[in-house]
């Protein structure tokens, strides 16, 4: 038999509702190769225990739907350039808890948002979420590695452009642990990189590569805009209906097989039309390989 051609996995974000081990059949359902779930409310609070028999019941449900990856997204509350140190120690508590979670369910990332640098300003605010990201790996030997998701740029959002993104992950980048970064095409776009046709996505990756790095390219959350570009806000769009549109997209997946980038590539649009998303995707990807 002929071996089939590695490619990016396509997925989408389900619900954990009445219980995690309900997830995996329901990407299934959407027609996902692999998926992304929170492991606890998405609001922050105390996170149920993952005992032995919801590791079984998780392990046998991604056997029976056929997946072999899946991502967690950490919860929004986070704030790594909180002056409260409680918000601060909690976040950092609060990754390190979901990186173990992952590694009891055999996540393949956890990705999370840093937070904002209002309370500290800039220089003091870099120096504490650097500070915190290290303590979130001290000590750590789980399976499932750690991924930075690139912000839209709202207000003073941690994490808006590479270069920011290149400094925070400075003492973390060499370790084991730390994946690199989830690339969200719509906080990209709205934080003005361009991805609305070939030339830009090309620039778009030459960039990151020079900045940041394309090995730390881990994952992408695949978003088309509700708003334009620079916007600097968090608006997701199904896939051809933003301001990205099908041009962007159908570059930004011939980009990824032009690098042979194998990476996820997880949908977090409304369930409304996520399947025509899943769908639109597969085809562009099918299309890219040629």
Known sequence: MPKTQAQPKIGCHVSIAGGLFNAPARAAEFGCETFQIFSRSPQGGAAPAITK????????????????TFVIHAPYILNFGSAKKSTFHGSINLVRTDLERGSQLGAKYVMFHPGSFKDLGEKDGMKQAQAGLKKVLEGYKGTTKLLIEISAGAGSVIGDTFEELAELMKPIKNSKYFGGICFDTQHAFGSGYDLRDEASVKKMFKHFDKIIG??????SHVNDSKVEL???RDRHEHIGDGHIGKTGFQAFLAELARRKMEIPLILETEHDKVEADIKLLKALRAKAKK
Do not use: D, I, N, R
């Open 230 to 232: 620079g916007s600097h």
């Open 53 to 68: 028999e919801v590791e079984e019941q998780f392990a046998k449900a991604m056997t029976e739907s056929g997946m072999s």
């Open 214 to 219: 394309l090995e730390y390219f881990a994952m």
